[in-house]
């Protein structure tokens, strides 16, 4: 069972990425799943999660509100996080997160989530 987050790169502000969260040993499709990120010195911060199905929508934080999103494409077992109008605080590492539980916000305690992939740096500079 493992999740694997990747996409990462640099880019300069205004520019966009698209990450990816692929799970291998099981279905992502019935899970909440979360992105997050980490400052070095910082809180991780809840980013944006899409719930379960009998849910369905997304949530995001204020920050990214506008600018991100998430999605799910069942078929590959991907969960996407859109990132557009990258700003340099937008830097830090980025970690997808699935919980079994209906989950509708993104400030949910980590403790909600199963799964957790490893992160993809994303860097954000002029």
């Known amino acids: 069972v493992q999740l694997q987050a990747s996409g990462g790169g640099s880019v300069q502000p205004g520019e966009s990425l698209r990450l990816s969260c692929i799970a291998s040993g099981f279905t992502l499709d019935p899970y909440t799943v979360a992105w997050f990120r980490q400052v070095p010195g910082k809180e991780r911060e809840g980013v944006a999660c899409?719930?379960?199905?009998?849910?369905?929508?997304?949530y995001y934080a204020d920050s990214v509100k506008g600018r991100f999103t998430i999605s799910r494409d069942n078929a590959k077992n991907t969960v996407y996080l859109q990132m557009n109008s990258l700003k340099p605080e937008d830097t830090a590492v980025y970690s997808c997160?699935?919980?079994?539980?209906?989950?509708?916000?993104?400030?949910?305690?980590?403790?909600?989530?199963?799964?957790w992939g490893q992160g993809t740096l994303v860097t954000v500079s002029s």
């Open positions: 997160a699935a919980g079994s539980s209906l989950i509708q916000s993104t400030s949910a305690s980590a403790s909600a989530y199963n799964y």
């Open positions: 899409i719930s379960v199905p009998s849910d369905g929508n997304s």
